[in-house]
């Protein structure tokens, strides 16, 4: 019995039930008749534990918003949230409370300033502001921003940084209830990042979409985790886990990355979708480690992204530039087809200063790669895994990389693709491409595929790539394997997932190759003919 496919899987996302049981307000509701400045008041004179609530349905239409300067117990947080009566309510009782801040400039919705134990739970932000919807100074801990709409702001949340205790423990959302964060309509403002800055033990659960960016030269980003330029040498992020997500671009102004990462450490990407709609796409990428090229010493050291989906139609899912310690696995990414798709991860050494951190350590395996086919001239196109020819002074190309137990289903008509290099040897993937091993390669419309480009050394069975390892519903969007694959039960145990396959189910051993796992040890068979990649030295 094969596992729950793909497209079931995205969708529960959105449909988990919140389990927190209902809180009585103790300050309000209060009705849209009550000013801003008012609440506001009360907010910040508040007891420990206070419940303040605002009433469903109404809007607060001001110049100015709330500016928060007492802080809380983290054990008896002050809540601000949506009401029903005399309760806080769920997400969909009804419309949200609605702050809309009629002054264009320099403006909140909600000003942390420096403060401790707030949440808030299904208030909508609108504005057609150039500031931000959530501003979170230094200092600022224990903050939980619970579902509601962000609209029409230049950024949804920024996040100070600079000297001084770091902003912790912040969480945007929550995987059942996330933040949506868009650009109109309506209103449509300026949206430049759905959050910009650094944090340390936080999270991020969003829904951003109809990103519009403002042409600042490939700078506009969904999610920064660091400030640019010379704003600040400080910008680290540590300790964020960004969950439960889904990210979607079709196409409107500018867009660089949808989650820029240029400096921290402990990264988690889990459980989320990256999407673009339609072909509004050249140079975006899903998920960077991209340097900002400041005085800092940047680079990412430790990160692991695992159940996500990538579907990001001819665009590059996953950019290495500057990063090391970094595991890429039980990831399903779909391509569309087009000569310049560009699979699910580049590297590139032609980014970051000499002092950056150097590629180091990045592994991929337990991914199921599809790509519906380039369609033109051989020769066009990148590689399902590649890096970039040029190297920038001071930089170096990789050092102890791997790439094992993937599936490559790769549809390309006139020149599938798998990994190239654009340096001689086997550029950081062992002598002889010893790290790479136990990939199964599906190229059915091409018998003789490029493959390990830059291993010459490298040992293997070079043929027979039609066929097919035995998938649920590929076409349409479920990879899950059928109870006779052939990749069942034939991945390497050392260094597979240990914390189960891309439904969460137990990993047998040994494991499969690809995303996806059997439901119980069922559907093993042996590989005839044998069509399983194994490059080990000579």
Known sequence: ????????LVGAFAAAPLGASAQTCTIGPFSGSTT?????????????GAVVCMQRGATWSSATGFTLTTSHPDSSRVTLCASTGSQCSPPGSGANPKINITDGGNNRCVSFMGVTGYNLKNIDCFAKSTTFAYDVRKSSAHITIDGGVVDGWWAGAFFDNGTGPYVDDVKLGVCGNRVEIRNGPPPTGNLRFATW?????????VWIHDFTGTNQGGQDHMIDLGQNG?????HATNNLTIECSLFQYSGGGEMGTYLKAARGTNLTVRDSTFEVIGNGCSAVKALAFDSHYDSAVEGWDGAEIYRNVFKMGKCAAIVEAVGKNIKIYNNVAIGQADDYQRGLIQFWYNAGDPTDLQVSNVAIFNNTIYRTGNTSTPGNGYALVSDNAQIASGRQTGTGLSLYNNLFYNLDGVDAKIWTSSHGGC???????ANIRNNYIYTPNDSSPSYWGGCSGATGTNSNFRADPGLVDPANGNFSLSPTSVIAGKGIAAGAPTNGDFTKGPRQSPPSIGAYDMSGGGGVVPLDPPVLLQISAN
């Open 1 to 8: 019995m094969s596992r729950v496919g793909l497209l079931f």
């Open 230 to 234: 010379s704003a600040d040498p400080y």
């Open 427 to 433: 550029n950081g993937w062992g002598a002889n491409g």
């Open 197 to 205: 800055g650094p944090t340390t033990n936080s999270s991020m659960s």
């Open 36 to 48: 801003i400045s008012s609440i506001n008041s009360q907010l910040n004179s508040a007891p420990n």
